[in-house]
């Protein structure tokens, strides 16, 4: 499933967020209080939703964090897994960017599967 989950304590910026999306990319978004990692697709939270999930993240290459420029929040994200990060008054666009290129992260095989030229998956029979 396409979706994008939306876990924003700001509904202002939740709500303008999701009218972008809406318009720009047209997947199924989700305004939610607490994503639900099992679930695929993107996942956009701010502090407050990242403190509510486990230490622990299922594909932290999907999220997208909307957060304050401050070292201890940047660490957080850091050990967590957390490649994609927002701060708080940069331009929504600048969001956009990030959830699809979060996206195209999300469409690619988690990195386990071996692809490379030395791996089954990267020979191709002539």
Same mark, same amino acid.
């Given at each position: 499933? #396409?979706?994008?989950?939306?876990?924003?304590? &700001?509904?202002?910026?939740?709500?303008?967020?999701?009218?972008?999306?809406?318009?720009?990319?047209?997947?199924? !978004?989700?305004? !939610?209080?607490?994503?639900?990692? &099992?679930?695929?697709?993107?996942?956009?939270?701010?502090?407050? @939703?990242? #403190?509510?999930?486990?230490?622990?993240?299922?594909?932290?290459?999907?999220?997208?964090?909307?957060?304050? #420029?401050?070292?201890?929040?940047?660490?957080?994200?850091?050990?967590?897994?957390?490649?994609?990060?927002?701060?708080? &008054?940069?331009?929504?666009?600048? @969001?956009?960017?990030?959830?699809?290129? @979060?996206?195209?992260?999300?469409?690619?095989?988690?990195?386990? !599967?071996?692809?490379?030229?030395?791996?089954?998956?990267?020979?191709?029979?002539?």
């Amino acid at each position: 499933m #396409n979706t994008i989950q939306l876990a924003i304590s &700001n509904t202002a910026y939740a709500t303008a967020l999701r009218e972008l999306l809406m318009r720009s990319v047209e997947p199924e !978004v989700w305004v !939610v209080e607490i994503p639900d990692m &099992n679930l695929e697709g993107v996942v956009v939270l701010d502090t407050r @939703a990242l #403190n509510c999930l486990p230490s622990t993240l299922i594909r932290p290459e999907r999220i997208v964090l909307i957060t304050q #420029n401050e070292p201890h929040l940047l660490a957080k994200a850091w050990e967590a897994g957390i490649t994609s990060v927002v701060f708080e &008054n940069e331009p929504i666009s600048t @969001a956009l960017l990030a959830i699809m290129a @979060a996206r195209l992260r999300a469409s690619k095989p988690s990195r386990g !599967v071996a692809t490379g030229p030395g791996s089954e998956a990267g020979r191709h029979k002539f």
